[in-house]
């Protein structure tokens, strides 16, 4: 859409710095459009109002997903509704203010610390997990500014999601196929192997 004429296509790496190129199949970059002055979301389409309108809408959105997670059952559906929504919630990165970010966030961490079994036995529900991480972790990069609390809710997520891959790692049997998972920004590929394997530098 070329930014809709209101603003311009760049390209920038993991840490929102700007490039001079991106290959499609490169998972550390990505296109984004840098709006001018007065125009908004990831595409520059949007002018101040309706922008100021979609991103209330999105932290109502995550405050609601957080406050009712509490009366939910625990369970894979749970994992899956919740990752979809989060990933839908924050599929423009830049629709979405700190405090709905921080909500969105716990509610991510909790889902994942209160499931980690169930979502180590279905590659499909890790994947979807690591997706809204994936991102949490991009509209946490287009924010200018990011307070203490935040910063604690997103390192609490970074753990929660190290844990459980540590903890899917530690339900692998030597010889499986590696678990791959790729998202915006994130590759994770795990297995065990033995140290004759490794020595043998048939692992790579």
Not at 7 to 12: I, R, S
Not at 30 to 55: H, I, K, N, P, W
Not at 106 to 127: E, F, M
Not at 160 to 170: D, E
Request: net charge neutral.
């Amino acid at each position: 859409n070329n930014c809709y004429g209101k603003g311009n296509c760049v390209f920038v790496d993991v840490n929102n710095f700007e490039i001079s190129s991106c290959a499609a199949q490169d998972f550390t970059c990505r296109a984004e459009c840098r709006c001018v002055s007065g125009r908004f979301g990831s595409d520059c389409s949007l002018q101040q109002q309706t922008y100021s309108t979609y991103m209330s809408l999105r932290d109502i959105m995550c405050q609601n997903l957080w406050l009712s997670a509490k009366y939910q059952d625990l369970g894979i559906e749970t994992v899956t509704s919740r990752a979809n929504s989060i990933s839908s919630i924050l599929a423009d990165p830049r629709q979405i203010s700190p405090k709905g970010l921080g909500n969105c966030s716990q509610l991510l961490s909790r889902t994942i610390l209160d499931n980690s079994v169930a979502i180590c036995n279905s590659q499909s529900v890790q994947s979807l997990v690591v997706s809204a991480y994936s991102a949490v972790q991009l509209a946490q990069t287009q924010m200018a500014s990011v307070d203490h609390s935040l910063q604690d809710i997103l390192s609490n997520l970074t753990q929660a999601v190290t844990q459980l891959s540590l903890l899917c790692i530690s339900t692998s049997a030597i010889g499986e196929v590696p678990r791959t998972i790729n998202s915006n920004g994130i590759r994770s590929v795990s297995a065990l192997v033995t140290p004759s394997t490794l020595s043998q530098n048939l692992f790579r």
